[in-house]
């Protein structure tokens, strides 16, 4: 069974700070993906990255990046600059198999940018 | 439509009644998925539709759940004889494929009192 693991309830962080969310997984599969969504207060969904078991880089996408690291089973989200609207509660999630078939997601994160 | 549609956006039901949650994927999106969010549990996978193909029921928590996608497209959960542990923010999903990422809707609230 796979299962994901986000250890902070909460983070609070200063405007234009970088800032890490940490996921750990477990999974027995060789070949899986991750992924991170972002969910603000209007409760939309918003894909924000991914990164397959079988990717040699660390996926990047704008100010989001996902640092991989296969032998600690860790995917933590790096957000660089943060802005306002970073402001969401931040989930991550795996599949089975490269790709977005269905989900299994961590309790998230609930980050504050604070001004 | 430009994304995935739910609907209702909110329902309040009676205990006990039977409730059914619209979802509307984006065109052409062949894969389907419903997850629900409760309070405090995070997000669960219910239920998985790809194609004609028979769909995947893992995750529906009680045989008082159901879920059909007509003509591949539009989806309806039921729910039977609802209870309060139902309440929950019920979403749904699509990509274009299987190894794609998912958009998702903005979910149905269920209230059951």
């Known amino acids: 069974a796979q299962k994901i693991t986000q250890t902070q309830p909460g983070m609070f962080v200063q405007e234009k700070e970088a800032v890490t969310l940490d996921c750990t997984y477990d999974?027995?599969?060789?070949?899986?993906?991750l992924f991170w969504y972002k969910q603000p207060s209007s409760g939309e969904m918003i894909f924000l990255i991914y990164?397959?078991?079988?990717?040699?880089q660390n996926a990047t996408e704008g100010r989001y990046s996902l640092n991989f690291q296969k032998a600690r089973k860790s995917a933590n989200l790096v957000i660089s600059a943060s802005q306002l609207g970073d402001s969401a509660m931040y989930f991550c999630?795996?599949?089975?198999?490269?790709?977005?078939?269905?989900?299994?997601f961590g309790q998230g994160t609930r980050l504050t940018i604070n001004p | 439509g430009a994304g995935v549609s739910q609907s209702p956006s909110n329902k309040v039901t009676e205990k006990g009644k039977d409730v059914e949650l619209r979802c509307d994927p984006i065109?052409?999106?062949?894969?389907l998925y419903w997850y629900r969010q409760s309070l405090g549990q995070g997000l669960e996978f219910l239920i998985y539709?790809?194609?004609?193909?028979?769909?995947?029921k893992s995750g529906l928590p009680s045989d008082r759940f159901s879920a059909e996608r007509t003509g591949g497209s539009v989806s309806t959960l039921t729910i039977q004889r609802t209870q309060q542990e139902d309440s929950a923010v019920y979403l749904c999903?699509?990509?274009?494929?299987?190894?794609?990422?998912?958009?998702f809707g903005q979910g149905t609230r269920l209230t059951v009192v």
């Open positions: 999903a699509s990509s274009f494929q299987t190894n794609t990422e998912a958009f």
């Open positions: 999974t027995s599969d060789q070949s899986y993906g």
């Open positions: 990164q397959g078991s079988y990717d040699e």
């Open positions: 999630a795996m599949s089975s198999v490269q790709g977005a078939q269905k989900l299994v």
């Open positions: 065109s052409g999106h062949t894969a």
């Open positions: 539709f790809q194609g004609n193909s028979a769909p995947d």
